[in-house]
């Protein structure tokens, strides 16, 4: 299938030949036709399957079909996002696809003065994309009206409800005029989505691409058994030793991120650090060099991560192993996108030999160990906190059999489904053997 078969505007069409896409990714393919049709829309899908340009594309399309009379400029399109990274992300999608009509399109995140964010509103917004908390903030100090508003997003809604978004985002969405088309995008169903979408859709149709639960073929996946104590000394041998091109390397907290960057600096290795206590210049420029080859060492929290597109990106690190398995998948698709190859190395202390086991459980497959002779794993011993929690319910750790996971569920209340079963790993759109961009 082509771009052409949509039947999309010449508008669109000028702006998709001008940056060397042609063929839709399988989300694409199965969402654009519905969301032109007026459905709404409930999806499945990880990052790096082209979630973005799926609705942007068909929303750009129906606001220059629609008949609008009014000549003043209002909020028509309200994408919800949970980072700024990704909410910037999706502004310069809408703005490269819409380049060729006179649709204007801004972003609101917090963690910046305001003033710069009121004077564009008041200059007149198609398409907000925001993030819930100063999206909220300027909707109570009347800066924002959302009467408008006929097309609603929410993306990577799981997230957001993870990072404590789901009072403001109720509160949102009840703020937003019926009838309306509502398209929510999740990388998992979890019942809080289920209950979202049976609350504010009306008979939304499924589409899952990509379960969470596969990985992607091109990922050469390995293991390293190391105390906790020698993670920082076997990961520099690895990243002087090895040729690297680039790496991002994960953490599970803020305070882990700093410290690692600290310890690496140290050892003479630059690197960019990234999490929601950077000031949004320092996120914007350790992404901006890092991009650019300045720095070939990105450090990311879970959250922060979420929505930074990088481009043939070669290594991604497990320096401490996810609390959640399916995070483990969203880790290592940032890389081997777009038929790339890539690697995927974890740490594993004793501490986090249930989490490889639990991610094991869910990837179906066994993750490659490699022998650590420089820095042999010899604490067998359970640290103090997780002797202390032995006995107690576990929250994180389920057995494979009853986890809710997104290869495999699906919402009862909805009986409307439509499936893409391949198992893509590329961006927004295949461009040859280039990455591509877009989320």
Excluded at 90 to 108: G, M, Q, Y
Excluded at 228 to 234: C, D, F, G, H, T
């Amino acid at each position: 299938m082509k771009f052409e078969d949509f039947g999309l505007l010449e508008p669109i069409m000028k702006a998709i030949i001008e940056s060397g896409y042609t063929v839709p990714t399988p989300i694409q393919e199965s969402a654009i036709p519905v969301i032109l049709s007026g459905k709404d829309i409930l999806g499945c899908a990880r990052t790096g399957t082209g979630k973005t340009a799926a609705f942007a594309l068909p929303i750009i399309n129906r606001l220059l079909s629609d008949k609008e009379t009014d000549k003043e400029v209002k909020i028509r399109v309200l994408i919800m996002t949970p980072t700024r990274e990704l909410a910037i992300q999706i502004r310069d999608n809408f703005r490269e696809f819409s380049k060729h009509t006179t649709l204007k399109c801004s972003v609101i995140f917090g963690g910046v003065n305001q003033q710069s964010q009121i004077n564009v509103l008041k200059k007149g917004v198609d398409i907000l994309v925001a993030t819930p908390g100063r999206l909220l903030d300027l909707i109570n100090q009347k800066y924002v009206k959302l009467g408008s508003v006929k097309y609603l997003v929410l993306d990577e809604a799981d997230t957001m409800l993870d990072m404590g978004f789901l009072h403001d985002v109720k509160k949102i969405m009840n703020l937003v005029p019926t009838p309306r088309q509502t398209l929510l995008f999740s990388a998992t169903f979890e019942p809080s989505i289920e209950e979202l979408a049976a609350t504010f859709m009306n008979k939304p149709e499924i589409i899952k691409v990509t379960p969470t639960s596969s990985t992607i073929d091109a990922i050469e996946q390995s293991l390293y058994y190391v105390d906790k104590n020698n993670k920082s000394n076997l990961l520099i041998d690895i990243l002087k030793k090895e040729q690297i091109k680039s790496s991002l390397i994960f953490t599970r907290t803020k305070h882990g991120a700093n410290k690692l960057g600290e310890t690496l600096n140290k050892a003479g290795i630059l690197c960019g650090i990234i999490h929601g206590n950077k000031s949004q210049g320092a996120r914007v420029k350790a992404l901006k060099d890092f991009k650019e080859g300045t720095t070939k060492v990105l450090i990311a929290t879970d959250i922060a991560a979420r929505g930074i597109d990088i481009q043939e990106l070669s290594h991604v690190f497990n320096y401490e192993m996810p609390e959640k398995p399916e995070t483990y998948v969203h880790r290592i698709g940032r890389t081997g996108r777009a038929n790339s190859s890539g690697k995927a190395i974890s740490f594993a202390n004793y501490d986090e030999k249930v989490m490889v086991k639990d991610i094991e459980s869910l990837i179906k497959m066994h993750i490659p160990v490699i022998e650590n002779k420089d820095y042999p794993m010899v604490n067998l011993v359970l640290s103090p906190k997780k002797q202390d929690s032995r006995g107690k319910k576990n929250t994180t750790a389920k057995p494979f059999n009853n986890r809710k996971s997104s290869g495999s569920y699906v919402p009862s209340k909805f009986a409307s489904t439509r499936k893409s079963n391949a198992n893509y790993g590329g961006n927004s759109f295949h461009r040859g053997h280039q990455s591509n961009r877009g989320k």
